[in-house]
């Protein structure tokens, strides 16, 4: 019974839990509640279509996806069940030139893609920076500064399936509009309970130790080298399928037909092999192949300057 | 647990990010590795605290968030949606219980009140001295009952935690704990809130340790890792940075003749944005992209030519 009555009074009480998101629970307990459910808008032509939605896993185990907003972008967002709404940092409301209404609580996007083809639209956004999305960036996560959270009122328009073996969730649009968030009946800035006060002051508490052990060192993220060589696996080892036109391998004599028998030394048993045993080179890296001839008893050793491309 | 990761090290100290393993690029790291916002008071708490209160226990051997695949069929949990719009699943912890859990997806750690942790025995009554957030470092359950779905041997962290508080405190029905990254990352979960149910099979994951690296972390240098991004297939394509366009695409600067990328119509000069359905916004991303993908499967790369949009299918072959 208790549950019914709390189910009657939806957006009265907004709390976000996910990331620590005691900040979001105060703004929650701004928000009012409105008359009723808005009526729901028009059926979404991309009902039960399914998005394979590519994301990034970091170092604290918080799942990043990509979104434009308005097309500006590529935003990196937490995605977050425990987040009420969808909430856009402030520098990345600036770079997407989305302009907060300073009288209004929340902010409508025309139009929020979601890396993996979903596609949101007019949807209210918070502009804000919750205390959690400074103290995780005080820190440098590698490659991942994090410019908001996808919660409640995105997901829910979703079924979302996530396998931490894979490379991607699934989303899948259901025939479900969660409600827009409400105005807010107080002053967002008055002042929270005590009790989060002292949790968003680990916001602060963060930047402080970013400052004690050194903000963590982004990832240099570099492209591998290319030699333009197709590989085939053969009965006798790995066969050069094709060296492709004006390519490294082809300028330093690699032919059709070779049989690879080495790479940096390195014994190749499969085609697979070989490109594992080159995954680390870098474009100008000179590559040694061992290789033999179509017919040839003798190997020949071959130097490739690696170029650029994939 | 043998942090090393399994990726082959190259030359020059190099680390070779090997296809398909993009999601986990940052795992290695573990910088801060599982430390949530919750536990990230915790592990200051414990930084500051001799290691002889609340530490987890020093690993032996086996690592001890070894995925436990306890169930072969999919399992259906049931969860109760919160005015807050959260999710609560009842659980049976060491078969007390039933105690309410918000399921978050956001959470790194799986957390219980110290209430619920006496009660289910996970700890003793006044076992250990509460330090911030009266956190009491990680302990283990040996069951989680939810639906039908039981998990063996799961790490919680036990802690009185203030939001989790208020919000059972609005909700006029407390809240017992929180269940996180630790939970759900054994399984395949699927989260449906039009049916309110969710559903987990069970798959190989390996969880990295809570707070274990931490201390080296902070003793260890600060250097930049150098990750070098392999493609899975060779496509005979080559990319810059899109000046005109920043964060649009890359430019395709060269198709080799030939080449599945000419084969697919690409030429030079096309803008790339998108690489079976992952937006190349940089160099970077093109590679990173391409390192996900197999030889032999035709994927789809949108190109913008002549301020047109087109899409389409190239099949890379094996090769480099």
């Known amino acids: ?310 | 647990m043998n942090v090393t990761p399994t990726n082959p090290r190259g030359p020059r100290g190099v680390e070779v990010v090997p296809e398909l393993s993009l999601t986990r690029l940052s795992r290695p790291r573990k910088a801060w590795g599982r430390l949530s916002w919750i536990g990230f008071g915790l592990a200051l708490a414990l930084v500051s605290t001799p290691p002889a209160v609340g530490a987890p226990p020093a690993p032996t051997g086996a690592p001890p968030a070894a995925p436990k695949a306890e169930e072969k069929k999919p399992a259906v949990v049931p969860f109760e949606l919160l005015a807050s719009n959260h999710m609560v699943v009842r659980a049976r912890v060491n078969g007390a219980g039933p105690f309410r859990l918000i399921f978050d997806l956001g959470a790194p750690i799986t957390l219980l009140s110290p209430k619920a942790s006496e009660l289910s025995g996970v700890i003793k009554k006044g076992s250990a001295r509460p330090m911030l957030f009266g956190a009491r470092g990680e302990e283990r359950v040996r069951s989680l009952k939810v639906g039908e779905l039981t998990a063996t041997d799961l790490p919680v962290v036990v802690m009185d935690h203030p939001t989790l508080r208020v919000l059972g405190g609005l909700l006029g029905r407390p809240l017992d704990g929180i269940i996180g990254f630790t939970f759900f990352a054994r399984y395949k979960t699927t989260i449906d809130y039009a049916a309110r149910e969710m559903t987990f099979e069970p798959v190989e994951f390996e969880l990295p340790d809570l707070l274990k690296d931490l201390p080296a972390r902070l003793a260890g240098p600060k250097v930049a890792r150098r990750l070098v991004l392999a493609p899975g297939a060779l496509f005979g394509l080559a990319v810059a940075e899109a000046a005109d366009n920043p964060g649009a695409g890359v430019s395709v600067s060269a198709v080799a003749p030939g080449s599945p990328a000419e084969a697919a119509g690409l030429k030079p000069g096309d803008l790339l944005t998108t690489l079976d359905g992952r937006w190349t916004t940089s160099v970077t991303d093109a590679y990173a992209a391409a390192a996900t993908l197999a030889p032999g499967h035709p994927v789809e790369a949108v190109v913008v030519r002549d301020g047109k949009e087109r899409s389409l299918t190239v099949t890379p072959v094996e090769g480099f």
């Open chain 1, 1 to 310: 019974m208790a549950d019914a009555q709390i189910e009657q009074r939806p957006w009265r009480h907004r709390a976000g839990l996910g990331t620590g998101l005691a900040l979001v629970l105060a703004t929650a307990l701004a928000a009012a509640p409105e008359d009723g459910p808005k009526p729901e808008a028009p059926r979404d032509p991309d009902v039960g279509r399914a998005y394979r939605v590519p994301y990034r896993l970091t170092a604290t185990n918080h799942f990043l996806v990509r979104l434009r907003v308005n097309g500006k972008g590529p935003f990196n967002f937490l995605v977050d069940t425990g987040a009420p709404a969808i909430f856009v940092s402030t520098e990345a409301a600036k770079k997407a030139g989305l302009k907060a209404d300073p009288e209004a609580f929340w902010t409508t996007v025309g139009r929020l893609d979601v890396e993996g083809g979903a596609v949101l639209r007019d949807v209210k956004v918070r502009v804000e920076d919750p205390y959690q999305l400074v103290g995780m960036n005080a820190l440098g996560l590698p490659g991942a500064s994090i410019d908001g959270l996808l919660g409640f009122t995105a997901l829910a328009r979703f079924r979302i399936e996530l396998d931490p073996t894979k490379d991607r969730m699934t989303w899948t649009r259901l025939a479900f509009n969660p409600p827009d968030p409400p105005a807010p009946r107080r002053n967002p800035g008055a002042r929270p309970p005590a009790e989060l006060q002292a949790m968003n002051a680990l916001g602060g508490v963060a930047k402080f130790a970013a400052v004690l052990i050194g903000r963590q060192p982004e990832d240099v993220l570099l492209p591998r080298g290319s030699l333009g060589m197709e590989l085939d696996d053969a009965a006798n080892g790995v066969r050069v399928a094709r060296v492709l036109p004006g390519s490294p391998a082809a300028k330093a004599g690699v032919r059709d037909g070779d049989q690879l028998v080495r790479v940096n030394g390195r014994p190749v048993g499969s085609a697979k092999e070989a490109r594992k045993a080159a995954a680390s080179v870098r474009p100008g890296d000179v590559v040694g192949l061992s290789l033999r001839g179509a017919g040839d008893q003798a190997e020949r050793s071959c130097d490739v300057t690696a170029g650029e491309g994939f």
